[in-house]
């Protein structure tokens, strides 16, 4: 087995699944009615396979590769077919007969720019711990998402313990570095599924919303966020287990901390509301964007500058990945419009 310093490529292993991104002129109450704007878009959907989409567009010149599940039909197909043209290696995508590819409806209020999710977990809820295999593995980096949104390995044992600390387990015994972003989920599962692995997590991704979930911290949002919060809570996933840093992230920027160093703040992109098309996958973008940089030997400060400036990039299109960029494009939109505070 290669040392890190020897190693090449990232693997992202959980949610694949096809977004159906329909815009909608406004979200309508209960029994209501909204306008579907145009025709509805099919895009890739989940993180690993968002993650993986966003390597691909920013340029990655190393191996990317998928573990996962399809099922059968038109869904399952448009996923092969499009990983196949993004350099994305599918030979542990594994078929699931008699299950539907997961597919989600993600409704786009076109004043807000805000999304909401309608979610069919198909094959993915099927993906368990004997699918992951790293003995054989020579690539960097490991990512998992999302944790809560995995039926076989949110499973909580007699031990207290979900099945996704096993994978995270093995692939940190393969010497790979452990990547984990979860779902936001509003429930308490945070604290019997997700803290329980961090352990076994070397970068840990989260956005506001699940690190208030993770520590109780309140951390505010729009006018009212709390940078000092955030950096605080940020400390205290490490406290709670991460082994290398944490990455919080919010529309007004993102928190890196690490093990050792202080905390630090970047600010999101000031990018006009005008060219805000949709909020999908802009995480996944920004973690895309870090582990990118990293990959390449980056400062924790270079990356999460490009995590930022890949998700600006990604909010100026309605799907998850196609309005990211190289690289070197998504940080011209930082010097171009500059960074929020």
């Known amino acids: ?12 292993g959980g949610n694949f699944i096809v977004d159906s991104v329909q815009m909608i002129d406004h979200w309508p109450d209960e029994e209501g009615l909204a306008l579907v704007e145009g025709k509805a878009s099919l ?58 590819t997961s597919y989600t409806h993600v ?23 004997d699918d992951f295999d790293f003995r054989e593995c020579n690539a960097r980096f490991f990512y998992l998402g999302y944790l809560l ?14 099945a996704a600390y096993d994978v995270l387990e093995r692939a940190r015994q393969s010497r790979l ?6 779902v936001s989920e509003d429930s308490n599962r945070f604290q019997t599924v997700v803290r329980p ?26 006018d009212t966020i709390d940078t000092n919060s955030i950096l605080q809570a940020a400390t205290t996933l490490l406290e709670y287990g991460v082994n290398q840093m944490v990455i919080l992230h919010a529309p007004e920027g993102a928190c890196v901390a690490k093990q050792g160093e202080d905390p630090f703040w970047q600010p999101s992109v000031n990018l006009p509301q005008d060219h805000i098309a949709g909020a999908v996958g802009a995480g996944d973008a920004l973690a895309a964007g ?20 890949a998700a600006a990039a990604c909010l100026q299109k309605p799907g998850c990945s196609e309005g990211v960029m190289t690289a070197q494009d998504c940080l011209s939109i930082g010097e171009q419009f500059g960074y929020r505070f």
């Open 43 to 100: 895009s890739n959907g989940g993180g690993p396979y968002n993650v993986l989409s966003d390597l691909s567009r920013l340029g990655a010149d190393f191996p990317i590769s998928a573990i996962g599940r399809i099922g059968e039909g038109d869904f399952g197909t448009w996923i092969l077919n499009d990983c196949a043209s993004k350099g994305i290696d599918t030979r542990h995508l594994i078929a699931t007969p008699g299950s539907a």
């Open 107 to 129: 409704m786009t209020d076109r004043q807000t720019g805000r999304r909401t999710f309608f979610h069919n977990k198909g094959a993915n809820s099927q993906l368990k711990v």
């Open 290 to 309: 870090f582990i990118f940089g990293l990959h390449q030997g980056w400062s924790p400060r270079e990356a999460i500058r490009l995590g930022v400036c």
């Open 1 to 12: 087995m290669k040392e890190q310093s020897q190693r090449s490529g990232i693997i992202a």
């Open 149 to 162: 949104l995995l039926d076989q390995l949110d499973a909580v044992a007699e031990n207290n313990v979900p």
């Open 197 to 222: 692995v961090l352990p076994q997590v070397d970068i840990l991704f989260a956005n506001d919303f699940e690190a208030e979930k993770l520590t109780g911290i309140q951390l505010g949002r729009g």
């Open 177 to 182: 570095t452990t990547v984990l972003d979860c």
